[in-house]
């Protein structure tokens, strides 16, 4: 099979034991971080993702949220998030994903994030454009902060992250912008500015698995990411993330790092 069609089954397979649990009878547990919950769909989501992928390609690698695998010497990693915004899902509130993505090298050639209680199949690959639910999609064309909509998040360490995101919120919002956002689903926040419903997304300290799929949806949607000063992100460690539509990137930049602490 083509790594494209395995990488859109594997997300449906995580969405559809999110569709068994959620508003379920679990009971989540915490992780290190008093704020970040763990649920047997995690899990679950996750070993059923594996497991399929093996089944195709027994020597590649995985990079996963919730375990961590033996490394072959495949140049092959798959990079996944088996329950994007579990936070959400443990609440009952419908808004979180499956995000997967297929890695060669350092190079991303596929991703998908599926968002069972919509039914929203986003997903792209290498040169090949972006799609929602097989329709095309494209950024959008907002030029000024004035024009725009954003989104962002907030890390789970309640020190000077959340107040460094906090001050740009509040500049954002003197710039006159639409509106800010908080859903709770990095990579959804990435799918949304390449289906153009936002302008722009910035977070703190995002993992692989956060944007691996969204960073190559956006990208292939006529978007950029980078880091906070404008840099590409490596796949082997955390990163700081500002994704836009290209036009306003610049902007975001300068706003964001006004606020950043010294």
Same mark, same amino acid.
């Given at each position: 099979?083509?790594?494209?069609?395995?990488?859109?089954?594997?997300?449906?397979?995580?969405?559809?034991?999110?569709?068994?649990?959620?508003?379920?009878?679990?009971?989540?547990?915490?992780?290190?971080?008093?704020?970040?919950?763990?649920?047997?769909?995690?899990? #679950?989501?996750?070993? !059923? $993702?594996? %497991? &399929?992928?093996? @089944? +195709?390609?027994?020597?590649?690698?995985? /990079?996963?949220?919730?375990?961590?695998?033996?490394?072959?010497?495949?140049?092959?990693?798959?990079?996944?998030?088996?329950?994007?915004?579990?936070?959400?899902?443990?609440?009952?509130?419908?808004?979180?994903?499956?995000?997967?993505?297929?890695?060669?090298?350092?190079?991303?050639?596929?991703?998908?994030?599926?968002?069972?209680?919509?039914?929203?199949?986003?997903?792209?690959?290498?040169?090949?454009?972006?799609?929602?639910?097989?329709?095309?999609?494209?950024?959008?064309?907002?030029?000024?902060?004035?024009?725009?909509?954003?989104?962002?998040?907030?890390?789970?360490?309640?020190?000077?992250?959340?107040? #460094?995101?906090?001050? !740009? $919120?509040? %500049? &954002?919002?003197? @710039? +006159?912008?639409?509106?800010?956002?908080? /859903?709770?689903?990095?990579?959804?926040?990435?799918?949304?500015?390449?289906?153009?419903?936002?302008?722009?997304?910035?977070?703190?300290?995002?993992?692989?698995?956060?944007?691996?799929?969204?960073?190559?949806?956006?990208?292939?949607?006529?978007?950029?990411?980078?880091?906070?000063?404008?840099?590409?992100?490596?796949?082997?460690?955390?990163?700081?993330?500002?994704?836009?539509?290209?036009?306003?990137?610049?902007?975001?930049?300068?706003?964001?790092?006004?606020?950043?602490?010294?």
């Amino acid at each position: 099979m083509e790594y494209l069609d395995i990488t859109l089954r594997a997300a449906k397979i995580a969405g559809e034991i999110h569709k068994k649990y959620f508003r379920g009878d679990f009971k989540p547990r915490t992780k290190s971080a008093s704020f970040d919950l763990l649920t047997c769909a995690d899990i #679950e989501a996750e070993e !059923a $993702v594996v %497991s &399929f992928i093996r @089944k +195709h390609f027994p020597r590649h690698n995985f /990079l996963a949220e919730e375990n961590k695998y033996p490394t072959t010497d495949s140049e092959y990693t798959w990079v996944i998030d088996p329950l994007d915004g579990t936070n959400n899902f443990a609440c009952g509130l419908p808004i979180f994903c499956s995000s997967v993505a297929l890695v060669h090298k350092d190079r991303v050639l596929s991703g998908a994030v599926y968002d069972v209680t919509r039914k929203e199949l986003f997903y792209a690959q290498k040169d090949k454009g972006a799609f929602l639910n097989g329709k095309p999609i494209r950024v959008n064309t907002a030029s000024k902060l004035r024009q725009s909509m954003l989104i962002t998040g907030f890390y789970y360490s309640r020190g000077r992250e959340v107040d #460094e995101t906090l001050k !740009a $919120v509040k %500049s &954002f919002l003197f @710039k +006159h912008i639409l509106g800010i956002r908080r /859903l709770g689903a990095a990579a959804l926040d990435l799918c949304y500015v390449a289906s153009g419903r936002a302008a722009g997304y910035w977070e703190f300290e995002l993992s692989p698995w956060d944007f691996a799929a969204g960073k190559l949806i956006v990208e292939e949607a006529g978007g950029r990411v980078s880091g906070r000063l404008g840099e590409s992100m490596p796949l082997d460690q955390r990163h700081f993330i500002v994704a836009s539509n290209g036009r306003i990137h610049k902007d975001m930049l300068k706003v964001i790092n006004s606020n950043r602490t010294k």
